[in-house]
C-alpha cells in the first residue's frame, strides 16, 4: 500500500461549485498534515494545516479522520483562481521530513 | 522578508558533467530540506539537514549525490556524473524549526 494516495483528478468543475478532495495515508503515526497548492509545477505553497478538531479559513475547510487515517479539503464557492494542484503532506513523529501525495488537480471552469 | 532562494532557477547539463544546486533559507530558519519531483510524480524527500549537519539522508541516492549546509553561505545540493534520469526539479524548503515548511521556486535540471 502507498504511504499516501489521493486521486489524481482531474476535478472540472464550473465556478460557485464545491468540490471535495480526499487523501489517504498508510502510517498510523503520522502527527502532521498538511494542504499544500501547486500551479503549473511551480513551488508548493501552503494552503492549510490540518487538525484534529478541523479548521476552517474562509471558503477552505480541511478535516482530519485519525480512525480511517484520512484527511479532506471542502472548497466552497470555487473561484478561477482556485485551478491548481493539491497535495496532501503528512510526517511523523519524530521525523521532519514530508511526504506528499501526487496530487489531485482541480479545474474551475467559468 | 525575502522568501528561500534558489538559483540558478534552470540548469542545463550534459550527461557526465555536474549539477549544483543552491538554496538560501529563509532568514532565521536553520532546517533545510530537499525535495526532487519527476515529471507527472509528486515531492520526494531527499534530505534534511541543519547548519554543519545531515540530519536525514534517507531519500538520497546511494551514489552521485551529496548535500551540505555550511557554517557561513547556502545550501548546496550536488549531483556528480548526471544522468538523463537526473532531470527533475528540485525543491528547497526551510523551517525555522518543527513547523511549517517553506518552498523555494525550484530549480529545473535538464540533462542533455
Known amino acids: 500500500r502507498k504511504e499516501v494516495e489521493q486521486d489524481p483528478g482531474p476535478f472540472n468543475v464550473p465556478e460557485g461549485a464545491t468540490v471535495a478532495f480526499n487523501c489517504t495515508y498508510s502510517n498510523s503515526a503520522s502527527q502532521s498534515f498538511f494542504w499544500y497548492r501547486q500551479d503549473c509545477r511551480k513551488e508548493p505553497k501552503l494552503l492549510m494545516s490540518v487538525y484534529s478538531s478541523g479548521n476552517e479559513d474562509g471558503r477552505f475547510t480541511a478535516q482530519l479522520n485519525r480512525a480511517s487515517q484520512y484527511i479532506s479539503l471542502l472548497i466552497r464557492d470555487s473561484k478561477l483562481s482556485d485551478s491548481a494542484t493539491y497535495l496532501c503532506?503528512?510526517?511523523?513523529?519524530?521525523?521532519?521530513?514530508?511526504?506528499f501525495g501526487t496530487g489531485t488537480r482541480l479545474k474551475v471552469l467559468a | 522578508n525575502a522568501g528561500v532562494m534558489q538559483n540558478p532557477r534552470h540548469l542545463v547539463r550534459r550527461r557526465g558533467q555536474e549539477a549544483r544546486l543552491r538554496c538560501s533559507p529563509m532568514?532565521?530558519?536553520?532546517?533545510v530540506y530537499w525535495y526532487r519531483q519527476l515529471p507527472e510524480e509528486g515531492l520526494k524527500f531527499m534530505v534534511y539537514l541543519q547548519k554543519e549537519n545531515i540530519i536525514d539522508e534517507s531519500g538520497m541516492p546511494k551514489e552521485r549525490f551529496s548535500a551540505e549546509f555550511p557554517k557561513e553561505g547556502p545550501s548546496i545540493l550536488r549531483i556528480q556524473q548526471v544522468v538523463r534520469g537526473d532531470s527533475a526539479a528540485y525543491f528547497c524548503?526551510?523551517?525555522?524549526?518543527?513547523?511549517?515548511?517553506?518552498f523555494g521556486p525550484g530549480t529545473r535540471l535538464t540533462v542533455l
Open positions: 524548503a526551510s523551517s525555522p524549526g518543527a513547523y511549517e515548511q517553506f
Open positions: 503532506v503528512f510526517s511523523s513523529s519524530g521525523t521532519y521530513k514530508y511526504i
Open positions: 532568514k532565521g530558519h536553520s532546517h
